[in-house]
């Protein structure tokens, strides 16, 4: 088909508006880990810089060799490992039984379940529930509140939905039980959509924020993403525990310290996204088209 020279315009425009947004989407990126891999002499120098002529892992190995912040990596992979393999047992296991018709208060389960997505208790309720049941200051505090949402089992349902019932029935005349059809024909079968709520699950602890700022009290128990709000604060107090440190025996700038802890906390879920982006568009397209 010939393009008229109204079409070659907009082409022209359209492409030269993306790559302009691209560059300016990318660029804070660029700058960061410029920034952080920047030699801090040179930094005292020129404070802004595109083409460092010297590079350094200085604030890298600042950082690690800090406690509070390796602390802090620890706990965050801690929620992030052991919360999605949580979430993903009590979704999955919830979202499969309400997707078979034989469950009994079927349509009532459904209809809470729906409610939760529209209706939050609140802060303070859920702070004493937590409270209550003595869970502050614990990773349990972090991961608990957060095992699963109405949204995830509304969309594994939608996948659940689209398994035949028959996989059941044959399964059953070959002696598995309820959990066996579970483990052995469901599971395997929902492999592509677990993959995409489990990236979701793991994104979410991963930067798990705002239940650790108000159910967590001991900084020494703090995920990353706290720690690193502290450092964009305060960086002289925050890593460390002392300013004296950074500015006397390391002489480390606190501009490159944050730009390193901004890397450390980004590239984790960047490696992790390429392995498993094949079944992440499958799963979600699945749940999402039969949801």
Known sequence: MQQTWKDRVFNSLNITFLLVLSLVCLFPFYYITVVSFTDPTEYYQKPFILFPEKWSLGAYKYLMSTGSFVK??????????????????????????????????????????????????????????????????????????????????????????????????????????????????????????????????????????????IYINDHTKWPLQVLLQQMLIDPMTAVGGASTQIVSEVRMPSETLKMAAVIIATVPIMIVYPFLQKHFAKGAMVGSVKG
Request: aromatic share 12%; charged share 10%; net charge positive.
């Open 72 to 213: 802090s990596i620890e706990i965050s992979t801690v929620l992030a490992t052991l919360g999605t393999i949580l979430s993903l047992i009590v979704s999955s296991g919830l979202a499969y039984a309400v997707s078979r018709r034989r469950l009994r208060f079927r349509r009532t389960l459904m209809l809470l379940i729906f409610l939760t997505t529209i209706l939050q208790a609140g802060m303070i309720p859920s702070y004493m529930i937590v409270k209550g049941l003595g869970m502050l200051n614990s990773v349990w505090a972090m991961i608990i509140p957060a095992l699963t949402g109405g949204w995830y089992i509304l969309l594994m349902k939608g996948f659940f939905d689209s398994i035949p019932d028959s996989l059941e029935e044959a399964a059953r005349i070959d002696g598995c039980n309820e959990l066996g059809v579970f483990f052995r024909i469901i599971i395997p079968l929902s492999l592509p959509a677990l993959v995409a709520f489990g990236l979701f699950f793991a994104v979410g602890y991963w930067n798990t924020f705002f239940n650790a700022v």
